[in-house]
């Protein structure tokens, strides 16, 4: 192994284990943003690693903005803001399937996939964390009824313009490094958009909902006021982390049939 492979790992461990040490990851969320990295490096190089980082740091830096107004959304979500393994496979599972596919057989539809799947993560990350500081509540896209803010399966116009504005950030970055064209930067836009609407449509109609028995709030956790909740809505076996990961999936698989056609 060369010299200069040997610093790139070692530049990636050193970003997980940094990630841990200050609690943007928990410990499995280290790992499997260690083995996320690796397999976007094996594909991409460090242009896919970029790219990968400008995701991984705005949203880290939005999660923490603000913290303090979102500390009572924490009712509704099943997990803090420390990444697990489970999330970090939601968000990087693609681009890392990606990345091997690219290393076991080059192709150009490889780097599309990877960056639909990171713009899709990045436009529902940013939608989520300045979604939840909106001034007006969310409409649920289910019942069209206005929802607490941070509720799965609604909509602000805030949100959706922080959506666009992540994914949009991804393709032009995407472009940049990968030296693509308009329709390949308005692809990955148009498709990383279409992903963090299909979040919200999954999390609306297949997301597993609860309700607390005691004090009867809606919520994503599986205990409140110190007693399990109740599934109201959904698949019990979907969580927000599958949402996720089947979103960005979806539309990486249809941004890969269009450039198929095309
Ligand atoms: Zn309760």
């Avoid at 300045?130 to 007006?136: A, D, T, Y």
């Avoid at 956790?221 to 949402?243: A, E, M, R």
């Amino acid at each position: 192994m060369e010299i200069d492979q040997l610093l790139v790992i070692g530049f990636i461990a050193l970003f997980a284990a940094a990630s841990g040490y200050f609690q943007l990851l928990k410990p499995s969320g280290a790992i499997a943003a260690f083995l996320t990295g690796m397999s976007i490096w094996a594909g991409f190089g460090l242009k896919g690693l970029f790219l990968m980082g400008v995701f991984f740091l705005t949203s880290s830096l939005l999660s923490r903005y603000k913290s303090k107004v979102k500390e009572h959304l924490g009712e509704l979500h099943e997990k803090g803001s420390a990444r697990d393994w489970a999330q970090v496979a939601a968000n990087g599972g693609t681009a890392a399937i990606a990345g091997l596919a690219h290393f076991i057989s080059p192709d150009p539809l490889w780097i599309i996939v990877l960056a639909i799947s990171i713009a899709s993560a990045n436009a529902d990350t940013w939608a989520s964390e300045l979604g939840v500081l909106s001034r007006q509540q969310p409409v649920s896209i289910k019942s069209f009824k206005r929802v607490p803010r941070g509720t799965s399966g609604a909509i602000s116009g805030f949100g959706t313009a922080a959506s666009a504005a992540g994914s949009l950030l991804i393709a032009l970055t995407g472009g940049y490094l990968f030296d693509e064209g308009t329709s390949w930067i308005l692809s990955v836009f148009l498709f990383g958009v279409t992903g963090s609407f299909l979040d919200t449509l999954f999390g609306a109609y297949i997301q597993a909902g609860f309700k607390c028995v005691r004090c009867n709030l809606f919520t994503e956790k599986l205990t409140h006021c110190t007693l399990p909740t109740k599934q109201v809505s959904g698949f019990t076996w979907i969580n927000n982390d599958v949402v996720n990961f089947i979103s960005c999936l979806t539309a990486a698989i249809m941004g890969m049939a269009l450039y198929n056609i095309l």
